[in-house]
């Protein structure tokens, strides 16, 4: 594809005469930082090496150290990050991940995982000479287990050069790979470090789709369920970086900068190591995945000179609604055939109690409720701890033996979120679906976010058993509530949603192209009729044709479904299609970042909270912990744990299952 970077040589160079330039910006009282920016953003990285020489055999000092003198902040780590040779940078940054009293484990991984041979022997040969030390050997000292071995392994520079493929290996590693993970109890985590340390990239794509194809889901998601920690995450960057490093980075980007604080290490470390490879296409990838130019995002975020440098090494904006380099448009049609690929094995963190018992539950409830003062540990640790079914076999016991409604006890006893959040664990599924739709229509406004996430995420038979006990509850049918309480093509959408009526089948190759060139073709309507097209084929169709016509959509229109939606549409129309979209994707992702939404930020969205943890705790609550935690580097347990608290944030965790 040619040169795929932001920064490159200055066809007029003189080194002589920029030596000269910063000199005289960096004289006298303060420091003109414009020119200095200016110029230096704009040279290679080799060229800088000339003018650092030039500088020194014209006045007999160093550039670095005086631009160090004169600059302060991050604009000057930013700077000096510029004036080292790639291999030195990329050194410095290993040294300083390891010095001190902890170890920066995500800079370590990012470095160790993306570079190639020879960056990596480089590297090698940087740190040797600046600290007089081996860098394998002080990396080993500062890591430990599985982490340290595939570290190890990277560190070697050994990987087989891309375009290598032994036809021959392709399904036996991959079999290999299923062996030593899915197959059995544990994982031979030697397997996943020799050949995912050592085949080549073209190979590895390769035994990649194989394995997709062998146990039904990615080689991801089968890394976030057998391994842990550090070493996880490392082993799910060298995949990500076998997939597309300008993704690996964008993701990398858009982490340093969402949330509350830039993390401006990763920033600097990213824009100036990318910023003469493949930044274009890293840019790409972030318009593709986030929706938002990466552009546009760095001007959001940070400030002054430190902003106008990064803004001069991104290189230009992008057009959200643009089509797509070549890069991001194989990404997009790699992406959605993975999702049409895996079948996502769901997995919940509350499972029945064993030698259940309902009357003794049923008694010792009553014991905690009795008198004056409630034992609400005791409350807590039985209903967290049983599955719904066992807590519907509580609630007859209770009524039998005591002759009286555990709810009503229960209400009576707790309050505000705890008693919620127990209530909610008390009700059947159904019951607890209606109660929610019902809380999001009543009184002044709507919570329309409540409405789509949940109707966008249950299948066909727990929305009509929604219905039914809608129905029984409020003596009105929820499509006549829905009707009532929203307007034009979004109550459309949600009433077509509510039927509980979505296909299911086989995918049908020829309706997916049909589907496809259908809504590429809708893209040219006028508002409402793109709106109608949409609607009759994202709420009707099955999860399994729409990941596969969402593919093709990217061959028809050479855009993704997403960025469609994101530019055409507008307010809950919008935000329900879009929802459809994410879930067909990754419904766990999806549910991840309603998580996030509900707890980031000044106050807490209880509501939205408990809905999901109820709701998800049996049937898929640890696969979206686990996307909580790739997505958002921080787990769920931490999240909760730090925005909720006392009986409210015991029983959460309880649901949660554990710390990621």
């Not at 070697?156 to 030593?180: I, K, M, N, P, S």
């Not at 967290?384 to 006890?409: C, H």
Request: charged share 30%; net charge negative; proline share 2%.
């Amino acid at each position: 594809m040619g040169f795929r970077g932001t920064v490159f040589d200055d066809p007029g160079f003189d080194a002589n005469a920029d030596a000269e330039a910063l000199y005289n910006a960096m004289k006298g009282l303060g420091s003109d930082k414009e020119a200095i920016l200016d110029l230096i953003t704009s040279r290679s990285n080799a060229q800088r090496q000339e003018i650092r020489a030039s500088y020194k055999s014209l006045y007999g000092k160093d550039l670095i150290d005086d631009l160090k003198y004169e600059l302060t902040g991050k604009f000057e780590r930013l700077i000096i990050a510029l004036m080292r040779t790639p291999a030195y940078h990329d050194a410095k940054e290993i040294k300083d991940a390891i010095k001190g009293a902890g170890t920066d484990e995500k800079c370590l991984i990012e470095i160790l995982a993306s570079r190639t041979n020879e960056q990596t022997h480089a590297m090698r040969e940087a740190y040797n000479d600046a600290y007089g030390r081996d860098l394998e050997e002080d990396v080993i000292g500062d890591t430990s287990g599985h982490f340290k071995k595939m570290l190890v392994v990277l560190m070697q520079g050994t990987r087989e050069e891309e375009g290598v493929v032994h036809d021959d290996l392709v399904e036996e590693d991959a079999q290999a790979l299923f062996t030593a993970g899915e197959e059995q109890w544990g994982t031979d985590e030697s397997i996943f470090i020799m050949l995912l340390g050592n085949r080549s990239v073209t190979h590895l794509r390769l035994v990649f789709d194989e394995y997709q194809k062998m146990a039904e889901k990615s080689i991801e998601d089968s890394i976030k369920s057998e391994l842990s920690g550090d070493f996880e995450r490392l082993m799910l960057a060298v995949v990500q970086c076998i997939r597309s490093v300008p993704m690996f980075f964008a993701r990398r980007l858009y982490k340093s900068m969402k949330g509350m604080g830039t993390a401006d290490n990763t920033l600097i470390r990213i824009m100036v190591s990318r910023a003469e490879m493949d930044m274009l296409d890293i840019r790409e990838c972030f318009r593709l995945r986030y929706e938002k130019s990466l552009h546009h995002m760095i001007q959001d975020d940070t400030s002054g000179e430190y902003k106008r440098t990064l803004l001069k090494l991104c290189g230009g904006d992008d057009d959200i609604a643009g089509e797509f380099f070549p890069e991001a448009a194989q990404i997009a049609y790699k992406m959605w055939e993975i999702s049409a690929m895996t079948t996502i094995m769901p997995r919940g963190t509350v499972r029945p109690a064993p030698d259940f018992d309902p009357a003794s539950d049923a008694q010792v409830l009553r014991k905690a409720m009795k008198g004056f003062g409630t034992d609400e540990d005791t409350i807590i640790d039985i209903l967290a701890q049983r599955s719904n079914e066992q807590r519907q076999e509580i609630r007859q016991a209770f009524k039998s033996l005591l002759g009286r409604d555990l709810m009503a006890d229960l209400k009576s006893e707790l309050s505000k979120n705890l008693c919620r959040l127990v209530m909610g664990l008390v009700m059947t599924p159904p019951e607890f679906d209606a109660k929610m739709m019902k809380k999001a229509m009543e009184g002044a406004g709507t919570d329309e976010h409540a409405l789509i996430e949940i109707l966008v995420t249950r299948t066909n038979e727990q929305i009509q058993d929604m219905c039914a006990a809608y129905q029984d509850a409020y003596k009105k049918s929820l499509e006549d509530a829905i009707s009532s309480d929203t307007s034009g093509h979004f109550c459309r959408i949600l009433v077509s949603l509510v039927q509980g009526a979505r296909e299911d089948g086989c995918v049908d190759m020829d309706r997916v192209h049909e589907d496809a060139q259908a809504l590429a073709d809708a893209c040219n309507d006028e508002s409402d009729d793109m709106v109608v097209k949409f609607m009759s084929i994202l709420c009707t169709r099955s999860f399994r044709h729409l990941k596969r016509v969402f593919q093709e959509f990217v061959v028809c229109s050479n855009k993704d479904i997403e960025q469609i939606i994101k530019k055409h549409m507008s307010g809950d129309v919008k935000q329900v299609m879009y929802a459809i979209v994410r879930s067909v994707k990754n419904q766990p992702s999806y549910l991840a970042d309603r998580l996030y939404k509900a707890m980031k930020g000044l106050g807490t969205d209880d509501r939205a909270l408990i809905r999901i943890m109820v709701s998800r705790s049996e049937t898929d609550l640890f696969n979206i912990r686990k996307e909580f935690k790739e997505t958002h580097d921080a787990s769920l347990h931490e999240f909760i744990q730090g925005d909720t608290s006392g009986d409210y944030r015991k029983t959460l965790l309880m649901l949660c299952g554990g710390e990621d």
